[in-house]
């Protein structure tokens, strides 16, 4: 008689099983795809962690340790009233990607006919990988690039906006005042970067660079 109790309980232990594992990725899913809906259609994730270390509950709260990345291999926590258990989990994302189309040389600017976009796995690609070709369209390589290479923001910088020795206006910001004069960049500068600029007078000052080239400086 108690063989064939342990042996129902087995077989109802395999039984229920599945269904909490379905319902555990379900939930793991609902989770992140809301954490990234842009990327929702094409994500799936994995558990990494055996079942015999899951929550005990069936709808436990979860929770991601702070800075947490989006996607690939990473720890989640599951808690149940007061109990926390770490599961650790695989965000899989299928999406579109850019790779350049031929070889490129360091300090070429790019355009969208050196560009490809492609469909694959985004959470195996290179930190800060390039997902729209509007990113890096006008962009300067950084490196030499080859053919169906991944593309990072790390291999490219935005044109200069300003480079060292040219001449620029210099606006002065302020509550209710508006000053401008001319001076000289000392470097080079995207738009949006600090540049130091030398002033007709000799004196130095700092500022960012607008979008038209002009320095801007808040008071």
Request: charged share 20%.
């Amino acid at each position: 008689m108690r063989v064939i109790k342990w042996w129902l309980i087995a077989m109802l232990t395999l039984l229920v099983m599945p269904v909490w594992a379905d319902d555990l990725s379900a939930q793991l899913n609902q989770f992140f795809k809301a954490r990234d809906p842009l990327h929702a259609a094409g994500m799936n994730v994995v558990v990494r962690t055996p079942e015999q270390q899951w929550p005990t509950c069936a709808a436990p709260q979860f929770s991601l340790p702070g800075n947490s990345r989006l996607w690939g291999p990473m720890s989640i926590a599951a808690t149940c009233d007061r109990e926390r258990r770490f599961l650790q989990v695989e965000v899989q994302v299928t999406g579109e990607y850019v790779v350049v189309n031929r070889q490129i040389l360091r300090g070429t600017t790019l355009t969208a006919s050196d560009v490809l976009v492609k469909q694959g796995r985004l959470d195996t690609l290179p930190a800060r990988a390039v997902l729209d070709p509007q990113q890096i369209v006008e962009a300067v390589s950084v490196r030499d690039l080859m053919p169906d290479q991944p593309l990072t923001l790390s291999m490219v910088r935005q044109p200069w906006r300003v480079k060292a020795g040219q001449p620029v206006i210099v606006i002065a910001q302020g509550d209710g005042f508006n000053v401008s004069s001319e001076g000289r960049a000392l470097n080079n500068a995207t738009a949006a970067q600090r540049v130091r600029v030398r002033m007709g007078n000799g004196q130095i000052v700092s500022g960012n660079v607008g979008a038209d080239g002009n320095i801007l400086i808040s008071l």
